[in-house]
């Protein structure tokens, strides 16, 4: 796989619209009773904020021929002085996603080791993010990583 990982910029906020369309068609495909499809989460406004911001950076996989073909949306998070919480500094990964053309090539390893480098040197205690239980590929590929489980959602869905 040749290509480069960096940060997220204005002009890449088309290859991420195409990028986040991807995964929310996977959450739609496997939950269409909670999720909308088509659909992106951030409009091409938000995510130009979202990419200007220091503390939700963004990191996109160019491929060979320019395009963006990956993207890692990160969010510094940090609860301060609450009654239960300590204040540990939390890298969390808000979205993940590598073009369905590339996937199997170590793209989305490449983008992760990326945002681990970047967790380290900036200090962050953990890296956290969110599964869902209809993403099962997607599961297989953090605990590939080394991600391991810190709390699991549950659901009971009621007769109607
Ligand atoms: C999940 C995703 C980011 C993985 O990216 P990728 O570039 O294909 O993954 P890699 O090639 O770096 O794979 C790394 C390891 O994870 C495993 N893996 C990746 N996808 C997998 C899948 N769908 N099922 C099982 N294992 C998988 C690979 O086999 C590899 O294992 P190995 O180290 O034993 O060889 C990509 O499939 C994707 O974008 N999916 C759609 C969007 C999505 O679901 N995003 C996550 C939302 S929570």
């Known amino acids: 796989m040749s290509g480069i990982v960096r940060r997220a910029n204005e002009n890449d906020i088309e290859g991420i619209l195409k990028l986040l369309v991807q995964v929310d068609m996977v959450h739609h495909n496997g939950r269409p009773d909670i999720f909308k499809g088509p659909a992106t989460k951030y409009n091409a406004v938000e995510l130009k904020k979202i990419v200007e911001d220091d503390t939700t950076p963004v990191f996109v996989y160019q491929d060979e021929d320019g395009t963006v073909a990956g993207h890692a ?88």
Not at 76 to 83: A, R
Not at 91 to 97: V, W
Not at 133 to 145: I, R
Request: proline content about 2%; some cysteine; charged content about 30%.
């Open 73 to 160: 949306f990160c969010v510094h998070k940090q609860v301060v002085g609450d009654s239960v919480l300590t204040d540990i500094r939390t890298l969390y990964i808000d979205d993940i996603c590598v073009d369905e053309k590339h996937r199997g090539k170590r793209v989305g390893s490449r983008l992760f080791e990326e945002v681990k480098d970047y967790a380290q040197k900036n200090g962050f205690y953990n890296i956290t993010l969110n599964v869902w239980s209809c993403n099962p590929g997607a599961k297989e590929f953090y605990e590939k990583l080394g991600l391991v489980p810190q709390k699991i959602g549950m659901e009971m869905l009621l007769e109607r």
